[in-house]
């Protein structure tokens, strides 16, 4: 059973940083494509930044250049590097995962593992 674990969330000024992390277990090979969303109060789960099990990777228009995904192999973590923090950054980030990537990327449908999430309030 995959179990993906998020951390890392916490409160901070607008132009900070914050690094979150996503542990994962349960998968018997390498070979799967993970994601970071996230969601605030009443708006749509959206798609932040994605890795594919071969190292290719998107990121969503809106954090390109501030944030940046990445992913220990040896460790199994995941891990988003979020920098020039805005208060519009602010919702519940999760971490996703899927064996199949058969859509986008950055779409919620794409992806079969979900986390619990972990908050990210960025105050003005």
């Known amino acids: 059973q995959v179990q993906l674990v998020e951390s890392g969330g916490g409160s901070v000024q607008a132009g900070g940083s914050l690094t979150l992390s996503c542990a994962v277990s349960?998968?018997?090979?390498?070979?799967?494509?993970m994601a970071w969303f996230r969601q605030a109060p009443g708006s749509e789960r959206e798609g932040v930044a994605s890795l594919d099990w071969y190292g290719g990777s998107f990121s969503a228009d809106s954090v390109k250049g501030r944030f940046t995904i990445s992913k220990d192999v040896a460790k199994n973590i995941l891990y988003l590097q979020m920098n020039s923090l805005k208060p519009e950054d602010t919702a519940m980030y999760y971490c996703?995962?899927?064996?199949?990537?058969?859509?986008?990327?950055?779409?919620?449908?794409?992806?079969?593992?979900w986390g619990q999430g972990t908050q990210v309030t960025v105050s003005s």
């Open positions: 349960g998968y018997t090979s390498s070979r799967y494509s």
């Open positions: 996703a995962s899927t064996e199949f990537l058969g859509g986008h990327p950055l779409v919620r449908a794409t992806y079969k593992n």
